[in-house]
């Protein structure tokens, strides 16, 4: 578990600098997907599969097809209009497969080796105890948690429907 855990974060922490030094936001893009599915593997390694599944559903999947899209919509980078024979050459994608390939041989290490679930020094974290956490003794300072985060889409819906807010302020 201990190597799972070594080669995972180095993984993550390798693919995170791709994310900082990459110029064209799409590699760069791909490169936190590495990172996120890395990060999951650290959770899974730690005994945290819970944790784990969270990261690769909720991160890897949703918020980072967000984030194609984005990008895919506000075209950004210097050669965003480049041909397709550009983006197949390898050195858009050799390294984040190179990174991808290490993780799977971790993941094909942690399911080899038995309890993927076991913890390197503690016990499971399931599903249940993170809501008996959260719902427990912690339940206001979620529901207080929520009610910031809807205040915060509120006031980010209301901003963003005006077209310059500066303007329209100054003139009420």
């Known amino acids: 578990m201990e190597l799972a855990f070594y080669l995972s974060g180095l993984v993550a922490i390798l693919a ?3 994310v900082i030094t990459g ?3 799409v590699h760069a893009v ?3 997907i590495v990172s996120l599915i890395a990060v999951a593997l650290v959770f899974f390694a730690l005994g945290a599969p819970f944790a784990g599944a969270l990261e690769i559903i909720v991160y890897a999947g949703a918020i980072m097809v967000l984030f194609v899209f984005v990008v895919m919509i506000l075209n950004l980078g210097e050669g965003a209009d480049t041909s397709a024979e550009d983006w197949r050459h390898p050195r858009h994608w050799i390294g984040p497969a190179l990174l991808a390939l290490v993780l799977l041989a971790v ?5 080899n080796s038995g309890d ?3 913890a390197i020094n503690g016990e499971l974290v399931t599903a249940r105890a993170v809501g008996l956490i959260l719902f427990g ?3 206001m300072v979620v529901e207080l948690a929520g009610l910031l985060l ?3 889409l509120v006031t980010a819906s209301h901003v963003g429907r005006r077209s310059n807010p500066l303007r329209q302020r ?3």
């Open 16 to 18: 995170t600098v791709g």
């Open 23 to 25: 110029r064209n936001p």
């Open 30 to 32: 791909v490169y936190l």
């Open 107 to 111: 993941l094909v290490y942690l399911l």
């Open 116 to 118: 993927m679930a076991r």
């Open 137 to 139: 003794p912690w339940l």
């Open 150 to 152: 809807l205040g915060a």
């Open 170 to 172: 100054s003139g009420s």
